[in-house]
């Protein structure tokens, strides 16, 4: 029913939409925009990394070979050259990926929520690991998804856990990040992913998987994705991004699966915003052939390493007595556990006084939050920042 409009102009919002809020680690790190706080907040990689110039000759090359296609409108699936590009750099890290299978979003964040129109129904139950990466919460969400935990150890996800989650709940999806977990920077072990796909193999389950650090690992070692396992082809959705390794700003990410839920998930994005740019698209994949980005990566690889060890090591003198702490073989995040009766929710405001913010760990979980855990972001500051921030934290806990 129509009513006039009487004191309040604005016409009603969508009601379940509108109750969800935004994600708390967005205000926090907005609270906390003062130049002179340092952030160990956010997953921002280091903005010295960017290759500004080189970018910016991709830009100007661009223009000059493709002149107004650059600027005309382009396809939903994506820029055929990014599609093959993004399918050889994934074959290369082990996932036999053809152009066809890919299609390019706005981020992964994009892919995420895509992957919620399409693949949740109301009230499908999502399995994660807790604790989560909270923007795929917030966008699966968006289709009133609800979300069960499971089971998780110092190998990620346990298998058996899943098992008895997947009888137990009848999910429609379970969403990993089997590599340098946001939040908790664990990795899953090669045996524990054939027992992950072992599992999923057995059930009619979406695996989700979210890879967007493995790129960025310390050691000589890399990771075959879940997805690769040939009896998952069917039913994995394998999210990647060029944000960590290249630049956030530019946001070019992708999903590839098979193809018809690609077809739903580009007939989805249709609806949502078209395309992704086409410019973007085209300086991205001339950036990625004129440039060879293993090379690119060792120095970032190098400097996020030391960043790393900065971190860890500064943490001992700055956590009380009794803390713990992972150290991640890659990716951006620390996540360290504080000794009773610590709560690092409460102490947030007192770092953000002090002039360092991190993110508190209770804001990544599905159930039964620990608020004596705190993610901490190495990748963003210089090493002598990254002192300067943790001589400031010192006086929170010590
Ligand atoms: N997934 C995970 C686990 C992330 O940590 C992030 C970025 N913080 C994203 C997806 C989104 O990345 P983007 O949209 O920049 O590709």
């Given at each position: 029913m129509v009513t006039r409009a009487q004191h309040n102009p604005m016409p009603p919002l969508n009601a379940y939409v509108s109750s969800l809020g935004g994600s708390p680690i967005r205000s926090l790190l907005s609270l906390a925009q003062d130049p002179d706080i340092i952030s160990?907040?956010?997953?921002?990689?280091?903005?010295?990394?960017?290759?500004v110039e080189g970018i910016g000759k991709s830009y100007q090359r661009v223009l000059e070979e493709h002149g107004p296609r650059a600027l005309q409108y382009s396809s939903t699936e994506g820029e055929p050259e990014l599609r093959r590009a993004v399918a050889e750099r994934m074959t290369y890290n082990g996932l036999y990926t053809e152009a066809d299978d890919v299609l390019i979003t706005s981020g992964s964040q994009q892919g995420l929520g895509l992957i919620g129109q399409v693949?949740?129904?109301?009230d499908s139950i999502v399995l994660t690991e807790n604790p989560t990466f909270v923007s795929a919460l917030q966008a699966f969400a968006l289709s009133r998804a609800q979300f069960r935990p499971v089971d998780t150890d110092s190998g990620g996800l346990v298998p058996e856990a899943l098992e008895a989650a997947i009888l137990q709940y009848a999910p429609r999806a379970v969403y990993l990040i089997?590599?340098?977990?946001?939040?908790?920077?664990v990795t899953m072990p090669e045996s524990r992913r054939r027992e992950v796909a072992d599992v999923l193999a057995r059930y009619n389950v979406w695996l989700i998987e979210d890879d967007p650090?493995?790129?960025?690992?310390?050691?000589e070692w890399t990771m075959t994705p879940i997805?690769?396992?040939?009896?998952l082809t069917h039913k994995s959705l394998y999210l990647g991004t060029?944000?960590?390794?290249?630049?956030?700003?530019?946001r070019i990410g992708w999903v590839r699966g098979p193809q018809e839920a690609l077809d739903t998930l580009a007939t989805t994005k249709q609806g949502t915003s078209?395309?992704?740019?086409t410019i973007d698209q085209l300086a991205a994949v001339d950036w990625l052939e004129h440039n060879d980005l293993d090379a690119k990566l060792v120095p970032i690889r190098a400097e996020y390493r030391r960043r790393r060890d900065a971190m860890v090591e500064g943490l001992d003198a700055v956590l009380p007595e009794g803390y713990t702490l992972n150290t991640p073989m890659g990716g951006m995040f620390l996540w360290a556990t504080l000794p009773e009766p610590f709560d690092a929710s409460e102490s947030v405001m007192d770092a953000v006084r002090a002039g360092v913010v991190y993110i508190p760990g209770?804001?990544?979980?599905?159930?039964?939050?620990?608020?004596?855990t705190l993610r901490l972001s190495?990748?963003?500051?210089?090493v002598d920042v990254i002192a300067q921030g943790l001589e400031r934290l010192r006086t929170v806990f010590q």
């Amino acid at each position: 029913m129509v009513t006039r409009a009487q004191h309040n102009p604005m016409p009603p919002l969508n009601a379940y939409v509108s109750s969800l809020g935004g994600s708390p680690i967005r205000s926090l790190l907005s609270l906390a925009q003062d130049p002179d706080i340092i952030s160990f907040g956010g997953g921002a990689p280091a903005s010295e990394s960017f290759d500004v110039e080189g970018i910016g000759k991709s830009y100007q090359r661009v223009l000059e070979e493709h002149g107004p296609r650059a600027l005309q409108y382009s396809s939903t699936e994506g820029e055929p050259e990014l599609r093959r590009a993004v399918a050889e750099r994934m074959t290369y890290n082990g996932l036999y990926t053809e152009a066809d299978d890919v299609l390019i979003t706005s981020g992964s964040q994009q892919g995420l929520g895509l992957i919620g129109q399409v693949v949740l129904d109301p009230d499908s139950i999502v399995l994660t690991e807790n604790p989560t990466f909270v923007s795929a919460l917030q966008a699966f969400a968006l289709s009133r998804a609800q979300f069960r935990p499971v089971d998780t150890d110092s190998g990620g996800l346990v298998p058996e856990a899943l098992e008895a989650a997947i009888l137990q709940y009848a999910p429609r999806a379970v969403y990993l990040i089997p590599t340098f977990q946001n939040p908790t920077g664990v990795t899953m072990p090669e045996s524990r992913r054939r027992e992950v796909a072992d599992v999923l193999a057995r059930y009619n389950v979406w695996l989700i998987e979210d890879d967007p650090y493995s790129e960025l690992r310390y050691d000589e070692w890399t990771m075959t994705p879940i997805s690769a396992d040939p009896r998952l082809t069917h039913k994995s959705l394998y999210l990647g991004t060029l944000s960590k390794v290249m630049a956030p700003g530019l946001r070019i990410g992708w999903v590839r699966g098979p193809q018809e839920a690609l077809d739903t998930l580009a007939t989805t994005k249709q609806g949502t915003s078209l395309q992704t740019s086409t410019i973007d698209q085209l300086a991205a994949v001339d950036w990625l052939e004129h440039n060879d980005l293993d090379a690119k990566l060792v120095p970032i690889r190098a400097e996020y390493r030391r960043r790393r060890d900065a971190m860890v090591e500064g943490l001992d003198a700055v956590l009380p007595e009794g803390y713990t702490l992972n150290t991640p073989m890659g990716g951006m995040f620390l996540w360290a556990t504080l000794p009773e009766p610590f709560d690092a929710s409460e102490s947030v405001m007192d770092a953000v006084r002090a002039g360092v913010v991190y993110i508190p760990g209770m804001q990544f979980y599905v159930a039964d939050p620990k608020p004596s855990t705190l993610r901490l972001s190495f990748v963003s500051n210089p090493v002598d920042v990254i002192a300067q921030g943790l001589e400031r934290l010192r006086t929170v806990f010590q």
